[in-house]
């Protein structure tokens, strides 16, 4: 299926650091089951450029060292699945660290060699040159909320809705939202906040009959409104994030990014099957500054948008190509951001992280 979107056809991001590993040469030389490290228990010390795997399929880090950075200015429920990333690592070894920037300075820490890997928006990360590797969140957590009197997509005809700002997610989200209710944005007033917050104060002040915030905002809002689109759904392909590198850094290292895919998968296998544990690390990550039953709502909210699936397809060549291709649309690429989507993709790590995880999930 294909959706209008502002003018283009477009078909229907945590620093992390270490030493690596050669994608494809690592795990597919050990999974193929007639390695030591498959028939160890417990495996030798994986290198830079090669994984070693013990007798369950986990990797052996130890003496391997990790700096991770995070691209928000602090602590959120929503990053959760990057603490328990770096919690993984730790749990197979490895000294592991994780810092949270704000702005671009993940990125940058990252392109200037204080950090070796980053999760963050698109943009941000291939504009500083770094290069894809493996998905962070992989859909939206942003949602259309309304007043319960718009029932439909198409019910949004002649109303005000909210939006951040053009150059956001909530932009692109907007058209996909009234191209699906047959709907063109001169059928519609927008009111611009500037802010995912400010739009929900809008919806609750009766400025507007409708506004994309984030998911966790929902139980805010009270029973007065109603989730009318979810961005996951209005479209799947559209990323929050990816893990991103230099180039240099995963020539060097592909072992070891390839086990910060691992470690991607096995916190999002956690998140997927075990509320409590999560909730458990959303505690200890922001401090507990909140109560388990906040945590446990935002763990459902989370859910919702199926934002970390262990799924090989949620990160490809043209699911990057699809990012890539909206963040032009807004003028948001600039310098190295705009070199060809090939030069700025490499998912060997990714293919093989996941060859090792699909033949050995129960031990992730």
Known sequence: MKTKILGLTLVSALVISACGSSGSASSTATTAGSSSATTSAVAKA?????????????????????????????????????????????????????????????????????????????????DAGLIVFGPNQARLDDVLLAKTSVATLSDLKGKKVAICCDASPDGVLLSAALSKGNLTSSQVTLLKTGASSASLNALIAGQVDAAFVHSNAVPKAGSKFHVLAVGATLL?????????????????????????????????????????????????????????????????????????????SIVSSSVVSFNLGIAKQQNALKGPGLNPAAQLIDLTPWQSAWTQFSAHESAY
């Open 46 to 126: 994986s290198t830079a450029t090669q994984l070693s795997f013990n007798a369950d399929g986990t990797p052996n880090l130890k003496g391997l060292t990790f700096a991770i950075g995070n691209a928000a200015g602090s602590a959120h429920i929503g990053d959760t699945n990057v603490y328990n990333l770096v919690q993984m690592l730790k749990k197979w070894g490895a000294k592991a660290s994780q810092t949270n920037a704000s702005g671009n300075a993940a990125e940058l820490a990252v392109a200037s060699g204080s950090l070796n890997a980053t999760t963050g928006p698109l943009p941000t990360e291939v």
């Open 236 to 312: 799947p392909q559209y990323a929050d994030s990816f893990m991103a590198a230099e180039a240099s850094w995963l020539k060097a290292n592909p072992a070891m990014a390839e086990a910060i895919d691992l470690a991607w998968l096995a916190s999002a296998k956690l998140f997927n099957t075990d509320e409590a544990s999560w909730v458990t690390a959303a505690s200890a990550y922001t401090k507990a500054a909140d109560t388990t039953a906040q945590y446990q709502a935002a763990w459902t909210e989370l859910q919702s948008i199926q934002g970390w699936p262990t799924d090989q």
